[in-house]
């Protein structure tokens, strides 16, 4: 059974950085394709980074892009969230995911539906 445990969250002030990490355990981490989700008070679930098993590919929507990037340590069994730039916003409960059965080495998914695997959530506060 996969587990993913995330870490890293907290209260930071608009301008700065925090980098998550997630750290998995219980299955062939090196095949998984990975994402990150954010979920604010009263919106839905959204995709903020993904990225392949290889980690050749990624992907960001514009809302980050530019300020977030994913990478992943196949030796470690981790995946990271850098965010830069952070603003009120980017409040939220991130959440790292795994899609165990990719149909492809350089797939990645931005659908929560995609996804089988969820970790518990490290919150994110962005102070103004």
């Known amino acids: 059974q996969v587990q993913l445990v995330e870490s890293g969250g907290g209260l930071v002030q608009a301008g700065g950085s925090l980098r998550l990490s997630c750290a998995a355990s219980g299955g062939t981490f090196s095949r998984y394709a990975m994402g990150w989700f954010r979920q604010a008070p009263g919106k839905e679930r959204e995709v903020v980074a993904a990225?392949?098993?290889?980690?050749?590919?990624?992907y960001g929507p514009d809302s980050v892009k530019g300020r977030f990037s994913i990478s992943r340590d196949n030796a470690k069994n981790t995946v990271y969230l850098q965010m830069n730039s952070l603003n009120p916003e980017d409040t939220a409960v991130y959440y790292c995911?795994?899609?165990?059965?990719?149909?492809?080495?350089?797939?990645?998914?931005?659908?929560?539906?995609?996804?089988?695997?969820w970790g518990q959530g490290v919150q994110v506060t962005v102070s103004s």
């Open positions: 990225i392949t098993w290889s980690g050749a590919n990624t």
């Open positions: 995911t795994a899609n165990s059965r990719p149909n492809h080495r350089n797939s990645y998914y931005v659908a929560a539906s995609s996804y089988d695997v």
